[in-house]
Nanobody, 124 residues
Framework: QVQLVESGGGLVQAGGSLRLSCAAS????????LGWFRQAPGKEREFVAT????????YYADSVKSRFIISRDNAKSTVYLQMSSLKPEDTAVYYC?????????????????WGQGTQVTVSS
């Protein structure tokens, strides 16, 4: 059983930055891929970014590419999402998740454990 706890959300003005963190406990952190997803009010959950078990492979949704960076620190059992040039449309609850697999994947069904989420609100 893996427990994931997100932090770092908050209120920021458009154009600003935030760094989300997700601390994991239980399991072997370096043995699975990780991802960030988000869900805005009234919308479906959507993929944001993913990283492989070594951190060597990353993928991003087109909407965040070049603005967000996902990284992981296996020694700290933590995955990060550095968000820059934030836009009001980035407003959502952000969730981290751990995959069944070593590799990076954008597919939500491939993720086994999910955190409770952290709210990000971007004001215009």
């Amino acid at each position: 059983q893996v427990q994931l706890v997100e932090s770092g959300g908050g209120l920021v003005q458009a154009g600003g930055s935030l760094r989300l963190s997700c601390a994991a406990s239980g399991g072997t952190f370096s043995s699975y891929g990780l991802g960030w997803f988000r869900q805005a009010p009234g919308k479906e959950r959507e993929f944001v970014a993913t990283i492989s078990w070594t951190g060597g492979t990353t993928y991003y949704a087109d909407s965040v590419k070049s603005r967000f960076i996902i990284s992981r620190d296996n020694a700290k059992s933590t995955v990060y999402l550095q968000m820059s040039s934030l836009k009001p449309e980035d407003t959502a609850v952000y969730y981290c998740a751990s995959s069944y697999r070593l590799l990076a994947t954008s597919l939500a069904p491939k993720y086994r454990y999910w955190g409770q989420g952290t709210q990000v609100t971007v004001s215009s």
